[in-house]
């Protein structure tokens, strides 16, 4: 059984930072992409940034400039540090992993939220 802990979330001004992190657990040969994705009250998920096996990372129009995903392949762990937060970010923020632990299947963490307010 694999799990993805997200930790990270939480309170903070406009204008301010976070950093999100995840962290898989349980039997894993490999991680492939990893990403973030958002849900707003009312709004579908979103795709926020991804980060391939490969090295590619790919970010959503709306946070360019403003995030930076990063992974720990070592760790199975990925980031997301949040910089110039606007009110539009507020957002349950999920965790996601293709990973190999048989065959390869998608997980999801349980989500923590990002609230910008002032």
């Known amino acids: 059984q694999v799990q993805l802990v997200e930790s990270g979330g939480g309170l903070v001004q406009p204008g301010g930072s976070l950093r999100l992190s995840c962290t898989g657990s349980g039997t894993i040969f490999s991680v492939y992409t990893m990403g973030w994705y958002r849900q707003a009250p009312g709004k579908q998920r979103e795709l926020v940034a991804t980060y391939t096996f490969g090295h590619s990372i790919n970010y959503a129009d709306s946070v360019k400039g403003r995030f930076i995903i990063s992974r720990d392949n070592a760790k199975n762990t990925v980031h997301l540090q949040m910089n110039a937060l606007k009110p539009d970010d507020t957002a349950v923020y999920y965790c996601?992993?293709?990973?190999?632990?048989?065959?390869?299947?998608?997980?999801w963490g349980q989500g923590t939220q990002v609230t910008v307010s002032s």
């Open positions: 996601s992993a293709f990973v190999e632990s048989g065959p390869v299947i998608r997980y």
